[in-house]
Nanobody, 115 residues
């Protein structure tokens, strides 16, 4: 059984920064992808940033240049640093791991960007 636990969401003012962290636990032998997705009210879930394999990263265009994803395969953790936050970044953010070809999701953490 694999569990993902997220932390770091909350209320942030526009222009502020936030750091989201996720730790995986359980029977984990092969991590293919680590990443973050988000779902805003009334919208579909979308990828924010991912780390593929040992370190190839990709970002959604909407966050590129103001977000950094980092991960530790040995520690089974992934972190997303987001800067210059905008109201449109408001969403529930989900941690995602692809382990031996199987997808696993965290329960989500709410990020609200508002003054």
């Amino acid at each position: 059984q694999v569990q993902l636990v997220e932390s770091g969401g909350g209320l942030v003012q526009p222009g502020g920064s936030l750091r989201l962290s996720c730790a995986a636990s359980g029977s984990i032998y092969s991590i293919n992808v680590m990443g973050w997705y988000r779902q805003a009210p009334g919208k579909e879930r979308e990828v924010v940033a991912r780390i593929i394999g040992a370190g190839v990263t990709n970002y959604a265009d909407s966050v590129k240049g103001r977000s950094t994803i980092s991960g530790d395969l040995a520690e089974k953790t992934v972190t997303l640093q987001m800067n210059s936050l905008k109201p449109e970044d408001t969403a529930v953010y989900y941690c995602y791991f692809l382990i031996a070809g199987m997808p696993y999701w965290g329960n989500g953490t709410l990020v609200t960007v508002s003054s």
